[in-house]
């Protein structure tokens, strides 16, 4: 049998291959920067600045150890204040939003559509807008440069701030049918029972949904924890990442791009670690009964 006769019975082969190439071609533009930033990390300072390629011509592991200790302090320091405070924003956010949204998608108050509206409204006011007096409230409140450096950065993540994960939550919760929540009210369930043994349980998509993007948005944050942040020894790993260039404008650019790379590695791991879970979140709009 010809190749000629295989393309005659399929019609269809030509366009698949032709929707594979460019989806490779896709696939290659939107990972070439990560190749060549692991590239660049085993490069030495100077085939950084003559050598743009994706393959080093010298192999240099030498700049992950001088990373990992190019300050006073272990740079594995930086990375467990991350993990602290992007672990305690993504258990402030995944309580304090649910509990939120419980209460503006399930329970019936005054003007509950009036504060639904208002807080769909403050997904209009950018960042950059708000840290001001976020600033000079938590200044005169003491928490700037207190013991306790990080409260600035999870005291809001506690209070349900995050207007768009309490939007994902409450457009969630309206895809649980209410039936459920009449037949646990006639079990003698009060609005606490019913949001734990049935919204709860039934939220788990929503809540892995706000786990995963709050770690990856914290993780990723700069310039709030900037603001925030004045001691080395609390530094993230944003903030830490640009000590690397001096104010003499000498950097280790070697050494930075392979903290870079080590800085990636939790976001892949947290969220290949919770996929299909997020998925499952994604897909489902309700309950089939």
Excluded at 105 to 132: N, S, Y
Excluded at 181 to 197: K, L, Q, W
């Amino acid at each position: 049998m010809t190749a000629l006769t295989v393309a005659r019975r399929r019609p269809g082969s030509g366009r698949n291959v032709l929707r594979l190439v460019v989806l490779v071609a896709i696939v290659a533009v939107v990972l070439y920067p990560l190749f060549w930033m692991l590239g660049t990390s085993v490069k030495s300072q100077a085939e950084i600045v003559n050598n743009v390629g994706l393959l080093p011509e010298r192999f240099t592991p030498g700049n992950y150890l001088d990373g990992w200790t190019n300050f006073d302090i272990s740079f594995g320091r930086f990375f467990l204040n991350s993990a602290l405070v992007s672990g305690l924003t993504v258990v402030g956010n995944a309580l304090s939003c649910l509990l939120a949204a419980y209460a503006l998608g399930r329970l019936r108050f005054r003007l509950r559509k009036l504060w639904f509206t208002v807080m769909i409204g403050t997904l209009l006011l950018p960042g950059h807008v708000l840290i001001v007096p976020q600033y000079i409230l938590f200044r005169s409140l003491g928490l700037v440069g207190g013991d306790w450096p990080y409260l600035p950065l999870l005291v809001p993540q506690f209070l349900a701030t995050e207007a768009f994960f309490v939007f994902l939550m409450v457009q969630f919760m309206r895809g649980i049918p209410r039936e459920l929540d009449e037949a646990a009210t006639i079990d003698g369930a009060s609005p606490y029972g019913v949001f734990r043994h049935v919204i709860l349980p039934l939220s788990r998509p929503a809540l892995v949904t706000t786990a995963i993007f709050s770690f990856i948005w914290t993780w990723n944050d700069f310039f709030r924890q900037l603001v925030f942040l004045s001691s080395l020894d609390d530094y993230t790993v944003p903030v830490a990442l640009t000590l690397f260039i001096d104010s003499t404008s000498q950097s280790a650019v070697g050494p930075m791009f392979a903290m870079s790379v080590l800085s990636l590695l939790p976001v892949f791991l947290f969220f290949l670690a919770f996929q299909r879970m997020l998925v499952e979140g994604i897909n489902t709009s309700g309950l089939k009964g």
